[in-house]
């Protein structure tokens, strides 16, 4: 297992136009969440799924932002009609039930450009 | 309202100094991590604290989880070049089910 891959790892568009993000997740893991960053801030919460039913939502995560995890193996975050204030660094992450012993393992991240 | 407050935001010093991050907050956490995150890419655990009072050590890097369970410290001795990096402590609440918070992160520079 090569850890969390994140695709694509930049992504410019603009404004108005949908995106979507793919994350897989380590395959042991059963805990998929999805983070934003911005620069130089710590990451914020959007959401997350245990296998295939997602259990928590952000308020950060609007009605442009939907996310899903079939079958709880991968997983994608789509963004309708982007804004630039959408711009930021999308980080998924996985874990082994909760993470609070061995944490999360993140991937490399999605900087989403909306010009 | 941010539940983690980490200070310094920034650090900049030189390479032998020793410095100390701190993460602070006005809620008990069931336990709290510390990541280090380089440009570009995802944050990797140092370490996970859960016991108050707790310490640990990793190599050069000492990681001290408060008595009350809302405030942990990273202290790094002899910095050096490969320990710059953004560094953010996240925390777990209590509550079955609930995600990692993170603070905003320190942002130190070590110059050799």
């Known amino acids: 297992d090569t850890g969390v891959s994140q695709n694509p790892r930049h992504k410019i568009t603009k404004r108005g136009q949908n995106v979507t993000f793919r994350c897989d997740p380590i395959s042991e893991h059963n805990r998929l969440y999805w983070y934003r960053q911005t620069l130089g801030q710590g990451p914020e919460f959007l959401t997350y799924?245990?296998?295939?039913?997602?259990?928590?939502k952000s308020r950060l995560l609007s009605d442009r932002f939907s996310a899903e995890r079939p079958k709880g193996s991968f997983s994608t975050l789509e963004i309708q009609r982007t804004e630039q204030g959408d711009s930021a660094m999308y980080l998924c992450?996985?874990?082994?039930?909760?993470?609070?012993?061995?944490?999360?393992?993140f991937g490399s991240g999605t900087r989403l450009t909306v010009v | 309202t941010q539940l983690l407050e980490q200070s310094p935001q920034f650090l900049s010093i030189q390479e032998g100094e020793n410095l100390t991050v701190y993460c602070n907050s006005s809620s008990v956490f069931s336990s709290l991590q510390w990541y280090r995150q380089e440009p570009g890419e995802g944050p990797v655990l140092l370490v996970t604290v859960v016991t108050g009072g707790e310490v640990k050590k990793l190599k050069r890097l000492t990681f001290q989880f408060g008595d009350a369970r809302k405030d942990s410290s990273l202290h790094i001795t002899a910095a050096q070049p490969g320990d710059t990096g953004l560094y953010l402590c996240?925390?777990?609440?209590?509550?079955?089910?609930?995600?990692?918070?993170f603070g905003k992160g320190t942002t130190l520079s070590v110059s050799s």
């Open positions: 996240a925390g777990s609440k209590f509550q079955a089910g609930t995600a990692l918070i």
């Open positions: 992450a996985s874990s082994l039930d909760e993470g609070t012993v061995y944490g999360y393992t």
């Open positions: 799924f245990q296998n295939e039913a997602q259990l928590e």
